[in-house]
Protein backbone atom coordinates (compact mmCIF):
# COMPACT_ATOMS: atom_id res chain seq x y z
CA UNK A 1 0.00 0.00 0.00
CA UNK A 2 2.82 2.60 0.75
CA UNK A 3 5.52 1.42 -1.44
CA UNK A 4 8.37 2.77 -1.07
CA UNK A 5 7.19 5.33 1.36
CA UNK A 6 7.24 2.72 4.16
CA UNK A 7 8.76 2.64 6.89
CA UNK A 8 9.88 6.26 5.90
CA UNK A 9 8.28 8.50 9.06
CA UNK A 10 9.28 11.72 6.89
CA UNK A 11 7.04 10.45 3.84
CA UNK A 12 3.77 12.11 2.77
CA UNK A 13 1.26 9.18 3.53
CA UNK A 14 -2.49 9.26 3.78
CA UNK A 15 -3.42 9.04 7.60
CA UNK A 16 -6.40 6.38 6.51
CA UNK A 17 -3.14 4.12 5.05
CA UNK A 18 -1.37 4.91 7.80
CA UNK A 19 -3.59 5.65 10.91
CA UNK A 20 -0.60 6.02 13.92
CA UNK A 21 1.08 8.96 11.83
CA UNK A 22 -1.86 11.15 11.78
CA UNK A 23 -1.21 14.62 13.57
CA UNK A 24 -4.75 14.67 15.42
CA UNK A 25 -6.84 11.60 16.66
CA UNK A 26 -9.28 13.07 18.04
CA UNK A 27 -12.56 12.25 17.24
CA UNK A 28 -12.22 8.28 16.01
CA UNK A 29 -14.57 6.06 16.65
CA UNK A 30 -13.89 2.90 19.08
CA UNK A 31 -10.85 0.86 18.10
CA UNK A 32 -9.48 -2.01 19.04
CA UNK A 33 -5.88 -2.38 18.76
CA UNK A 34 -3.96 -5.91 19.22
CA UNK A 35 -0.49 -7.08 18.07
CA UNK A 36 1.66 -10.34 19.09
CA UNK A 37 4.85 -9.60 21.43
CA UNK A 38 6.99 -10.73 18.58
CA UNK A 39 5.71 -8.86 16.58
CA UNK A 40 7.76 -5.36 14.64
CA UNK A 41 4.18 -3.16 14.61
CA UNK A 42 3.73 -4.07 18.37
CA UNK A 43 5.40 -0.82 19.56
CA UNK A 44 4.01 1.63 17.28
CA UNK A 45 0.42 -0.29 17.74
CA UNK A 46 0.86 0.45 21.66
CA UNK A 47 1.57 4.16 20.60
CA UNK A 48 -1.28 4.26 18.31
CA UNK A 49 -3.67 3.27 21.64
CA UNK A 50 -1.55 5.57 23.61
CA UNK A 51 -2.28 9.03 21.40
CA UNK A 52 -6.21 7.91 20.87
CA UNK A 53 -6.49 7.49 24.60
CA UNK A 54 -4.22 11.01 25.05
CA UNK A 55 -6.78 12.52 22.76
CA UNK A 56 -9.63 11.32 24.86
CA UNK A 57 -10.68 8.91 22.51
CA UNK A 58 -11.55 4.88 22.91
CA UNK A 59 -9.34 2.13 22.48
CA UNK A 60 -8.90 -1.33 23.33
CA UNK A 61 -5.30 -2.80 23.03
CA UNK A 62 -3.95 -6.28 23.36
CA UNK A 63 -0.72 -7.54 23.11
CA UNK A 64 -0.08 -11.50 22.91
CA UNK A 65 2.26 -12.74 24.83
CA UNK A 66 4.47 -15.39 22.79
CA UNK A 67 2.15 -14.23 19.22
CA UNK A 68 3.72 -12.91 16.25
CA UNK A 69 2.30 -10.89 13.44
CA UNK A 70 -0.61 -13.02 11.77
CA UNK A 71 -0.69 -15.47 14.35
CA UNK A 72 -3.93 -16.01 13.73
CA UNK A 73 -3.99 -17.30 10.19
CA UNK A 74 -0.58 -19.01 10.57
CA UNK A 75 -1.91 -20.80 13.89
CA UNK A 76 -5.60 -20.46 13.35
CA UNK A 77 -6.00 -23.99 15.92
CA UNK A 78 -3.50 -22.40 18.70
CA UNK A 79 -5.23 -21.49 22.28
CA UNK A 80 -3.69 -17.62 21.72
CA UNK A 81 -6.08 -17.30 18.61
CA UNK A 82 -8.61 -18.72 19.93
CA UNK A 83 -8.55 -15.73 22.77
CA UNK A 84 -8.11 -13.43 20.53
CA UNK A 85 -10.89 -14.62 18.09
CA UNK A 86 -13.33 -14.64 21.37
CA UNK A 87 -11.64 -11.40 22.33
CA UNK A 88 -12.45 -9.35 19.17
CA UNK A 89 -16.45 -10.51 18.56
CA UNK A 90 -16.84 -9.79 22.57
CA UNK A 91 -15.12 -6.28 21.66
CA UNK A 92 -17.44 -6.17 19.00
CA UNK A 93 -20.58 -7.05 20.69
CA UNK A 94 -19.74 -4.88 23.59
CA UNK A 95 -18.89 -1.94 21.25
CA UNK A 96 -21.86 -2.80 18.26
CA UNK A 97 -24.19 -3.23 20.90
CA UNK A 98 -26.86 -0.24 21.96
Known sequence: ???ERAGDPDADVPCHAA???AADLSGLPPAFIEAGAAELFRDEDVAY????WAAGGQAELHI?????HGFDIFA???EITHAALATRLSWLHRTLTP
Not at 49 to 52: D, P
Request: avoid cysteine; charge should be positive; proline fraction near 11%.
Open 1 to 3: LLG
Open 49 to 52: ATRI
Open 64 to 68: WNGAF
Open 19 to 21: PAR
Open 76 to 78: PDH
